[in-house]
């Protein structure tokens, strides 16, 4: 996924109509991604037979608030391959929406990180 995203948010959040114009729909793949406050994040997507699953290879450290699984929504903590938890049934199925959904778990972490405010 070589794409230069360009225009994707609006509002503070990443747009999927924007995103679906300049992202294949079926592909592995990275993504480099700075959050609105400026927060840098490495996604790698891996297609498996129905749906994406969104590794995280690079993300700042919590700062000194809890880091859990349940707090971060993160799995695979304990294998060393962190990756973005998203509820059963839930997954993505393109990789448009996989790069959205990691893209506002961006967003989010990065909220989460500056204030402690939960997700919801």
Avoid at 8 to 34: K, M, T
Wanted: hydrophobic residues 35%; contains cysteine.
């Amino acid at each position: 996924m070589p794409v230069q995203l360009k225009n994707v948010y609006c509002g503070g959040n990443p747009n999927l109509a924007s995103i679906r114009q300049q992202v294949p729909e079926q592909s592995n793949g990275r993504l480099s991604h700075q959050s609105v406050l400026g927060d840098f994040f490495v996604f790698r997507f891996e297609r498996t037979a129905e749906s994406y699953n969104i590794f995280i290879e690079q993300q700042r450290d919590y700062g000194g608030r809890a880091s859990d699984a349940s707090a971060t929504h993160r799995l695979g903590l304990c294998l060393g391959r962190p990756r973005i938890c998203i509820w059963p049934g839930k997954e993505p199925r393109d990789l448009p929406a996989a790069v959205f959904l990691a893209m506002l778990w961006a967003e989010r972490t990065s909220r989460y990180i500056r204030d402690g405010k939960p997700w919801s």
